[in-house]
């Protein structure tokens, strides 16, 4: 069992920056591929982007690929989002996940956290 808590959201303006946290609980977090994912109001969840145990695959949604910047600290079990040159299209409740396999769908990850709100303003 693994549980997964963001932080890092907040309010910013287009072009600006955030940092979004997911802090895991456990012993295992070495052994889960994590990922991003976010919900904007009124869509379906989607993809942002994803890392393998060790780092060694990482994958973006085309949307944020070159502005977003994932990565994981697995001495202090903790996967990041650097998000850059925020724009208001962006705005989203954003989800960290594990799971056994990386990648973009959704239903690979078995553990989710609550969610964390980013929103851009024009």
Same mark, same amino acid.
Request: positive net charge; glycine residues 12%; hydrophobic residues 35%.
């Given at each position: ?33 994590? =990922?991003? #994912? ?8 989607? #993809? ?26 697995? =001495? ?15 705005? =989203?409740?954003?989800?960290? =996940? ?12 078995? #553990? ?11």
């Amino acid at each position: 069992q693994v549980q997964l808590v963001e932080s890092g959201g907040g309010l910013v303006q287009a072009g600006g920056s955030l940092r979004l946290s997911c802090a895991a609980s456990g012993r295992t977090f070495s052994s889960y591929a994590m =990922a991003w #994912f976010r919900q904007a109001p009124g869509k379906e969840r989607g #993809f942002v982007a994803a890392i393998t145990t060790n780092g060694g695959r990482i994958s973006y949604a085309n949307s944020v690929k070159g502005r977003f910047t994932i990565s994981r600290d697995n =001495a202090r079990n903790t996967v990041y989002l650097q998000m850059n040159s925020l724009k208001p299209e962006d705005t =989203a409740v954003y989800y960290c =996940a594990a799971g056994t396999s990386d990648g973009a769908y959704s239903p690979l990850y078995e #553990f989710w956290g609550q969610g964390t709100q980013v929103t851009v303003s024009s």
